[in-house]
T-cell receptor, first 114, second 112 residues
Framework: DAGITQSPRHKVTETGTPVTLRCHQT?????MYWYRQDPGHGLRLIHY???????DKGEVSDGYSVSRSKTEDFLLTLESATSSQTSVYFC?????????????FGQGTRLTVV | GESVGLHLPTLSVQEGDNSIINCAYS??????FIWYKQESGKGPQFIID?????DKRQGQRVTVLLNKTVKHLSLQIAATQPGDSAVYFC???????????FGTGTSLTVIP
């Protein structure tokens, strides 16, 4: 899967608790993305990063924060999880060599907030 | 935000027939488009891409057509096989080119 590892793969957490999802890549790619996937909505961009410590918001960033202190890791944090954040979360990476290039996806993390 | 939509949420085809999946996009500034395939329980998998300076691109059994005039994208799968059963998404790169915006997906079912 293009050298992308998401962890954990499954998590159940309680409302109001903090949760951190990790995306690790071995490709040294510049761009990393976090998406959520919900029925009827396809994939929606939460946050993305274009380099170490360089991040930006996507379509549905409220309630989420991210950090990228190393090229290989991109963390997604739910500061206080809510039931509306129950979803499948996908990380993606892209080389960003100057020309448009495709994004490669991880296997996903299924998060349930109860 | 971007609006990338698909005309049909589900599509059923006989094995061996050709499949056509359509997609409409809203941002005329998008200059790069991708089709992804997603099987159950897996992440989206790249199928084929096309840049806005092209109107057609062919891969192995797949062809993508781009009509910038009406902001329409289609994916054609030749001789559809059971292994092609999946959800297909189109994506565009939007204003900055750094983000990808996805449609809601079309579920393709191949009937043996």
């Amino acid at each position: 899967d293009a050298g992308i590892t998401q962890s954990p793969r499954h998590k159940v957490t309680e409302t109001g608790t903090p949760v951190t999802l990790r995306c690790h890549q071995t490709e040294n790619h510049r761009y990393m993305y976090w998406y959520r996937q919900d029925p009827g909505h396809g994939l929606r961009l939460i946050h993305y990063s274009y380099g170490v410590k360089d991040t930006d918001k996507g379509e549905v960033s409220d309630g989420y924060s991210v950090s990228r202190s190393k090229t290989e890791d991109f963390l997604l944090t739910l500061e206080s999880a809510t039931s509306s954040q129950t979803s499948v979360y996908f990380c993606a990476i892209r080389a960003g060599t100057g020309a448009n290039t495709e994004a490669f996806f991880g296997q996903g993390t299924r998060l349930t907030v109860v | 935000g971007e609006s990338v939509g698909l005309h049909l949420p589900t599509l059923s085809v006989q094995e061996g027939d050709n499949s056509i999946i359509n997609c409409a996009y809203s941002n005329s500034a998008s200059d790069y488009f991708i089709w992804y395939k997603q099987e159950s329980g897996k992440g989206p998998q790249f199928i084929i891409d096309i840049r806005s300076n092209m109107d057609k691109r062919q891969g192995q059994r797949v062809t993508v057509l781009l009509n910038k005039t009406v902001k329409h994208l289609s994916l054609q799968i030749a001789a559809t096989q059971p292994g092609d059963s999946a959800v297909y998404f189109c994506a565009e790169n939007g204003d900055t080119g750094n983000q990808f915006y996805f449609g809601t997906g079309t579920s393709l079912t191949v009937i043996p």
